[in-house]
């Protein structure tokens, strides 16, 4: 059976992989970025699925621009059975680099982004008694890391808001599900100037997410191993021997 997915973030990347394998499986989309409208790319599929995408516009860090983007997507259908948030914003900072607008930026994308569209969203699928809600939340939660604060830290307080909120989702026939993955090349990855391990191509990560959401009931979905592991372990460490540890990544 067909279902209805909304994905937020899906103009290039993770997001635009995964709106290609829903629609290889026929399943009813409806595709969120700012400006995707003007997509060459979307206009493309939708040349090839014009009865199964649907377009509409959104600005995450806009409260008006995302309460109107719930109403449009819940108005094509009046159902949505997964919603997938992949906004994401990334600017690696040094303290010399410090700036407080991409602080604030990274904040509005990565974290109140994604409270403004539970705000607008969950009383629906309350209403409709079910729903699936996904977040693309990053590896980066499990530890602040050199560089990486100003996104690590919000992605952190979305694992954060997730958890605390699930039980009472729970309830409500609403499953929730965060994706924390390592690095995967793509316009916010070409920014780092490190050697990432266990770099995978976009296509590879979106067919993990897409499996993950497809069958697993787990709370978090996550990849790669070798490098999940080792994050996690590193939070689980003393702060003296993962001080130790980060410092030598400088």
């Given amino acids: 059976m067909a279902k209805i997915v909304w994905i937020i973030g899906g103009s290039s ?23 995707l409208s003007l997509s060459s ?13 649907h377009i509409v516009d959104i600005d995450v860090t806009d409260t008006t ?23 994401g914003a990334y600017e690696p900072m040094s303290l010399k680099e410090w700036s407080l607008q991409k ?22 699928l309350q209403e409709q ?40 989702l729970k309830n ?10 390592g690095f995967v090349k793509t316009r916010l990855t070409d920014k780092n100037n490190f050697d990432m391990p266990q770099l995978l191509e976009p296509s590879d990560a979106a067919q993990k997410i ?6 697993s009931n787990k709370f978090e979905i996550k990849f790669p191993r070798g490098l999940t592991s080792f994050l996690f372990f590193l939070r689980l460490l003393p702060y003296k021997i993962a001080f130790y540890l980060t410092t030598k990544a400088l």
């Fill in 13 to 35: 990347g993770i997001g635009l992989e995964l709106l290609q394998i829903y629609l290889s499986k026929h399943d009813k989309v409806i595709c969120s970025s700012r400006n």
């Fill in 41 to 53: 790319k979307i206009k493309e599929l939708q040349n090839s699925y014009p009865n199964n995408l």
């Fill in 65 to 87: 621009s995302v309460k109107e983007a719930v109403t449009k997507a819940w108005g094509i259908y009046f159902q949505i059975d997964l919603c997938i948030y992949n906004a």
């Fill in 103 to 124: 602080f604030q930026s990274m904040n509005e994308v990565n974290y109140l982004g994604a409270v403004r569209l539970l705000t607008e969203l969950v009383p629906l």
């Fill in 129 to 168: 008694k079910k729903g699936h809600i996904a977040f693309n939340a990053s590896i980066a939660s499990y530890f602040g890391l050199p560089y990486g604060g100003g996104y690590s830290a919000p992605k952190a307080a979305l694992l954060n808001l997730c958890e605390s909120i699930y039980p009472e």
């Fill in 172 to 181: 409500y026939n609403i499953k929730l599900q965060v994706i924390n993955h």
């Fill in 210 to 215: 897409y499996e993950g959401l497809q069958s």
